[in-house]
């Protein structure tokens, strides 16, 4: 029998939109290898506040790809929803919001259970923060306050989409983001994972694999941060044992 490890289908995108390219244009391929032969997807708009245009966004361009779409914020039953569905797609927005209606409606836990036993999850920017363990490492405002911090858990590490590299052209005085990063590890024991645009996460068969255009910035505890290049295993990388 296969673990959970091993079971667990993910797709964590850094941002839905590339400049130069459409809605979720420079991931589609990747999106379409991934799903495979899934013909529905259940799409979570609620990092956004007008989710019926969110959800018409998603529809018509998972349309394009092949996939018809439910939006969860149209479900008379969510939990019913999220366990009868066939793959999910987290958007991206306001991670504070997001993460507060998972709590609202119940989500959290249905939606562990499901990937835990293989339904594939699909997460861009906010959707990709509430995969990791905790939100600590989103960038987003704090608009609203969700019961906790504790996100979904898919993968043992923090998420940092839209990372950017310091600028040193720049006039800005205030912290670069990896100065930001690295103060969260001085409070937090774990390891989180700088996803430049472009860039996304894909775990399957046990593998954690860096894939995209552009790499990311690993930061752990006491080190130095490591540069990863498209292409990379993470798996050597996001193991903490401090």
């Given at each position: 029998?296969?673990?959970?490890?091993?079971?667990?289908?993910?797709?964590?995108?850094?941002n839905?939109t590339?400049?130069g390219?459409g809605?979720l244009?420079?991931?589609?391929?990747?999106?379409?290898?991934?799903l495979?032969?899934?013909?529905?997807?259940?799409?979570?708009?609620?990092?956004?506040?007008?989710?019926?245009?969110?959800?018409?966004?998603?529809?018509?361009?998972?349309?394009?790809?092949?996939?018809?779409?439910?939006?969860l914020?149209?479900?008379?039953?969510?939990?019913?929803?999220?366990?009868?569905?066939e793959a999910?797609?987290?958007?991206?927005?306001?991670?504070?919001?997001?993460?507060?209606?998972?709590?609202?409606?119940?989500?959290?836990q249905?939606i562990r259970?499901?990937?835990?036993?293989?339904m594939?999850?699909i997460?861009?920017?906010?959707?990709?923060?509430?995969a990791?363990?905790?939100i600590?490492?989103t960038?987003?405002?704090?608009?609203?306050?969700?019961?906790?911090?504790?996100a979904?858990?898919?993968?043992?590490?923090?998420?940092?989409?839209?990372?950017?590299?310091?600028?040193?052209?720049?006039?800005?005085?205030?912290?670069?983001?990896?100065?930001?990063?690295?103060?969260?590890?001085e409070?937090?024991?774990?390891?989180?994972?700088g996803?430049?645009?472009?860039a996304l996460?894909?775990?399957?068969?046990g593998?954690?694999?860096?894939?995209?255009?552009?790499?990311?910035r690993i930061?752990?505890?006491?080190?130095?941060?490591?540069?990863?290049?498209?292409?990379?295993?993470?798996?050597?990388y996001?193991?903490?044992?401090?």
């Open positions: 029998m296969e673990t959970e490890n091993q079971t667990r289908r993910l797709l964590l995108i850094s839905s590339l400049y390219d809605y244009d420079h991931v589609a391929d990747e999106i379409v290898d991934f495979g032969r899934v013909k529905r997807i259940l799409f979570v708009p609620f990092a956004l506040s007008n989710r019926d245009a969110y959800a018409a966004q998603a529809r018509a361009r998972f349309a394009g790809m092949g996939f018809a779409l439910d939006s914020h149209e479900a008379t039953d969510k939990r019913r929803a999220v366990v009868t569905a999910i797609f987290i958007g991206g927005g306001n991670t504070f919001r997001l993460l507060k209606a998972l709590y609202d409606f119940d989500l959290l249905p259970e499901r990937v835990a036993r293989g594939p999850y997460g861009s920017s906010a959707g990709s923060n509430v990791a363990p905790t600590r490492t960038n987003d405002m704090p608009i609203v306050e969700p019961p906790s911090f504790a979904l858990g898919l993968v043992n590490f923090q998420i940092n989409p839209h990372y950017l590299d310091p600028d040193p052209s720049s006039r800005h005085m205030g912290e670069t983001r990896e100065e930001r990063l690295l103060q969260f590890l409070e937090n024991k774990t390891i989180v994972v996803l430049r645009e472009g996460i894909r775990v399957e068969h593998r954690t694999l860096l894939k995209g255009s552009t790499g990311a930061f752990r505890p006491g080190q130095a941060p490591l540069e990863v290049l498209p292409g990379a295993e993470l798996n050597d996001i193991q903490f044992t401090g």
